[in-house]
């Protein structure tokens, strides 16, 4: 390890933060860091179908350094983003070292003191997976990274005890981000994410492989579509502004996602007060969480959706089916 000062050092006075922020990209196991002075950039991906990212912003913390080292300053070139890939699984294990434990999830569970809007999380609100007091947790986090090839250190203090974890960090190996062309834009919704939880959750009865968003300018408005080997299912969303609070769909569109990808989105979908859904002309589908991190400050959580092509045979049952619904007479 370096002698070096560190050319980064951030404090939260909450671990449990950081912990249920970065939980929501944890789909995979390792993620994509960019150290820049607004924030962190945590980027994890799948397949290269589904990318994950959450930017912890640098007011999340108390105390916030960033002070890259030597660069040719009398040449004005800008110095590089150091940028880097660790564990994610890793990382999330070690913030929850001094017992951050999970809390029930709305998604494994029907009872009611959980599930659905009037379950406790929603009683509560989001905000309160972020409250200290609720949780009994006030630990300290001290993050820094020495530079290059160092690995990034974690410590973790809590009632007088203090934890120092050094994660290996590796060469990036992300490609480039999904693109997404947000001057093409074929819909544009904002509702509250747990409406969008609810509906997946109930989806979820057919083991659906694929899920279909359908929009249009005339009823119905907003459909959720799935297709799996135990049948098919719909939810649809009136245009009523207590469901959706914004609602910019000048044509129909009919796209298709694979289900267990969009479901990887969930954790985020639990903790968000509103989501943001944007679809380009390519299908790409962006799903933009807003959360509540502390009374008057959020966090920004973001995916990214490659639309399912269907190979030969496999038929385009999903948009059949959800070109049937949309013939109905709404009730």
């Not at 179908?49 to 108390?62: I, S």
């Not at 934890?163 to 819909?187: D, G, R, S, W």
């Not at 409406?195 to 109930?202: F, G, N, R, S, T």
């Not at 299912?233 to 267990?260: C, G, H, I, W």
Request: a negative charge; hydrophobic letters at 40%; charged letters at 20%.
């Amino acid at each position: 390890m370096s002698n070096q000062a560190p050319i980064f050092i951030a404090v939260s006075s909450s671990a449990r933060q950081l912990f249920q922020l970065l939980r929501c990209i944890g789909f995979a196991s390792k993620a994509q860091v960019q150290i820049t002075k607004e924030g962190l950039r945590f980027t994890a991906e799948e397949s290269r179908v589904m990318q994950g990212l959450a930017f912890l912003e640098a007011a999340l913390f108390t105390n916030y350094t960033f002070k890259p080292r030597d660069s040719n300053d009398a040449t004005g070139e800008e110095r590089e983003i150091p940028t880097f890939q660790i564990s994610l699984s890793s990382l999330l294990e070690t913030l929850q070292i001094f017992g951050v434990y999970d809390t029930k999830d709305r998604w494994s569970s029907r009872d009611p003191a959980y599930g659905g809007v009037s379950g406790s999380l929603a009683r509560g609100g989001p905000a309160a997976a972020f409250d200290n007091r609720v949780l009994g947790l006030a630990g300290v986090c001290r993050l820094s990274y020495g530079g290059a090839g160092e690995p990034l250190c974690v410590t973790l203090e809590e009632t007088g005890v203090v934890t120092t974890c050094e994660l290996v960090t590796y060469e990036p190996e992300m490609h480039a981000e999904i693109p997404f062309n947000k001057f093409a834009i074929t819909q544009r919704i904002i509702m509250r994410a747990n409406w969008l939880y609810d509906a997946i959750a109930e989806l979820s009865s057919t083991s659906p492989t694929r899920l279909t968003f359908v929009a249009s300018p005339k009823p119905p408005y907003f459909t959720l579509h799935s297709n799996g080997p135990l049948g098919s299912a719909t939810v649809e969303f009136s245009k009523d502004p207590q469901l959706l609070e914004t609602f910019e769909v000048p044509s129909r569109t009919v796209n298709t996602y694979k289900y267990t990808l969009i479901k990887g989105a969930t954790r985020a979908m639990a903790l968000a007060t509103k989501v943001s859904i944007r679809v380009d002309e390519q299908g790409v589908l962006s799903l933009q969480f807003l959360i509540e991190v502390e009374v008057g400050q959020t966090n920004y959580i973001d995916f990214r959706f490659v639309p399912y092509v269907a190979e030969a045979g496999d038929g385009d049952g999903d948009e059949e089916d959800a070109d049937q619904d949309a013939d109905q007479d709404p009730l």
